[in-house]
């Protein structure tokens, strides 16, 4: 990242950056609500609320709820003076940092525990992820909380380094931040590593391929791409767009997820309609926690995607 002082031509084109980025991410999430929905209110709104379900009603309402909030600070056309008050009482960037932590905790969490049911929670495997996890965040929590910025604000909703004396503070807030998405890079290579080494030893058991285990690992490999593209810009843009896409690629990770634990519900009922992925291979996504010693080593994976019931 340049840190340079900035036009008033050049923030303008970087300030509709972020809100396209915002505003193309806000539209995935509330399409993909809307066509999940009847889904959603057959399999989770029931009486009895069980653990997951609660889960991913978490998950995915703090995210639509914290995109709605977000949206008179980024797409709102309003008066100069109702968006200053706005970020000063209500929405800045801080606030979609602090909401930013709390949906890839949620993401990253979510990840943990399938890949923690894949080995049926062995304690080596349970230790790497929990190490990873309190690392990454550790980081994304210094990141928002211990590096505040100081920028000189003189457009609504812009940021505009105009201090040299700046530069140094700006260096060290822009690799503490990519830092904490590098940290969450390294969390998902893991969680790749570890669900294709089950996959292997599942197909090496059953004695057949299937495309299932190779569908289990989309998740986490689309989640790294996005964050890697918010990675790159954090490095490569200016302090407008440094972080851009961090807001993008956080929601469509949880839009990612949603679907995941969505689909993982209907199929435990054996039902599927359009709004979920039609595919015979079942086994890529059903998990039902029991103790390891409940089956042998070797058909832990076809225990674990066997049609179970109860999620």
Known sequence: MATVELGPITVTEDTRLRRYAFLAAFVVLVYDHLLTLKDEVTYMWTPKLKRSTAWFLLVRYVALLGNLALVPYFVADVSAELKLFLEANFFSIETENYLLVVQETFIELTLAVRVCAMYGFNRRVFAALSVAAVITFSLGAWAVVGTATTLITTIPGCHIITLREQALRESIIIFSVAGAWEAQLSCDILIIGLTLRRAY????????????????????????????????????????????????????????????MLNLHVAANGNWTTATMNTRDREAGLISFRRRTDFPDTLGDEYFYSGAREI
């Open 201 to 260: 030893t599942y197909n090496k058991a059953v004695g057949s391929a299937s495309r299932g285990s190779l569908l289990k690992t989309m998740v986490p490999r689309i989640l790294c791409l996005v964050n890697l593209a918010n990675i790159l810009m954090i490095y490569y843009g200016d302090i407008v767009t440094a972080g851009s896409l961090a807001w993008f690629a956080s929601t469509i990770s949880v839009t990612l997820i949603s679907r995941l």
